[in-house]
């Protein structure tokens, strides 16, 4: 379940993408897609089911992947420079500040669903190797 689209980013930006803007609308999508899957891997990591479905997580998310989007798009938006300008920055410390508190506090996202314990559900399968074998 996306968690934003590329009109957010729009909104956010004041910017419009296209065809052939840079970066394109396209290039916009795959982005977000790329941060949609870094924060649902981390809230994985962290034991919880994903999508979050719950909306006081899921909103927290949301913003989160709205500040990781919006400092990728500029940082491609600005090309080849050495330094990120200070609205990048901004958006990457925003990013960064929730990380470590989701870190140090999972339980931020109260109400999201928790992934079961054993992983997959069903029938185990014998191991293809064993830890002592040489290849």
Do not use: N
């Not at 930006?13 to 891997?41: K, M, N, W, Y």
């Not at 958006?91 to 669903?113: K, N, S, V």
Request: glycine share 8%; with cysteine.
């Amino acid at each position: 379940m996306p968690y934003l689209s590329v009109e957010d980013i729009e909104r956010e930006l004041g910017l419009t993408f296209g065809p052939h803007s840079h970066p394109t609308r396209a290039q916009v999508a795959e982005i977000l897609e790329q941060v949609e899957a870094e924060l649902d891997g981390f809230v994985a990591a962290l034991g919880y089911g994903v999508p979050v479905r719950a909306p006081r997580p899921q909103a927290m998310l949301t913003q989160a992947a709205l500040w990781a989007a919006c400092a990728r798009v500029l940082g491609a938006y600005a090309g080849a420079t050495l330094e990120a300008s200070p609205r990048e920055q901004a958006y990457w410390e925003r990013y960064r500040d929730f990380c470590d508190r989701l870190l140090a506090q999972p339980g931020i996202l109260a109400g999201a669903d928790r992934a079961p314990a054993s992983g997959v559900q069903g029938e185990g399968k014998d191991p293809i190797f064993a830890l002592e074998d040489r290849f």
